[in-house]
T-cell receptor, first 112, second 112 residues
């Protein structure tokens, strides 16, 4: 029943290495995908997004890849920094009238 | 520019008590949302509004009511609080329904 799935509750990475966070979705009508970042005691903040007409979007150290045939997207952070330690939520929407549907989140820990 | 402001930030209620959470946004956004975040459950949509005077049910609406009498405010009410409503509540607003959400910093509610 869950339309947006983040199967890894947590991920630990060494500083300077690549972090890869994964997200799968089931609804083929989803056409816009976003990643949000959340620090403790704060609200989620927008990080990066991608439209279904693209397969890659890059913003500095952050890159999102979309594989529509596999209904899979991933967020790559290179290089990872301790300040990247947070919970990352994957979200998706279907059309201009669709609300965002969020995954359960992945807690990233970047160790110095 | 305050963005999205939630009050209160913390609250402890006894079972059966009622309360109202206030969300205010100063970005002239049409759309507003209430989410709850629980451990291992991600962000789940409670209710949302597509404009002043409108409200609609989200994924987990039971036990909550909402009102959007003014465009800038979105109120979430608990008529008779239950321990299952212990959660962190986030309000968000957006100018587009499918993306661009700005979140408040959250209200941590404990029902004992």
């Amino acid at each position: 029943d869950q339309q947006v799935k983040q199967n890894s509750p947590s991920l630990s990475v060494q500083e300077g290495r690549i972090s890869i966070l994964n997200c799968d979705y089931t609804n083929s009508m989803f056409d816009y995908f976003l990643w949000y970042k959340k620090y403790p005691a704060e609200g989620p903040t927008f990080l990066i997004s991608i439209s279904s007409i693209k397969d890659k979007n890059e913003d500095g150290r952050f890159t999102v890849f979309l594989n529509k045939s596999a209904k899979h997207l991933s967020l790559h952070i290179v290089p990872s920094q301790p300040g990247d330690s947070a919970v990352y939520f994957c979200a998706a929407s279907a059309g201009s009238q669709g609300n965002l549907i969020f995954g359960k989140g992945t807690k990233l820990s970047v160790k110095p | 520019n305050a963005g999205v402001t939630q009050t209160p930030k913390f609250r402890v209620l006894k079972t059966g008590q009622s309360m109202t959470l206030l969300c205010a946004q100063d970005m002239n956004h049409e759309y507003m949302y209430w989410y709850r975040q629980d451990p291992g459950m991600g962000l789940r949509l409670i209710h949302y509004s597509v404009g002043e005077g409108t409200t609609a049910k989200g994924e987990v609406p039971d036990g909550y009511n909402v009102s959007r009498l003014k465009k800038q405010n979105f109120l979430l009410g608990l008529e008779s609080a239950a321990p299952s409503q212990t959660s962190v509540y986030f309000c968000a607003s957006s100018s587009r329904r499918s993306y661009g959400y700005t979140f408040g910093s959250g209200t941590r509610l404990t029902v004992v």
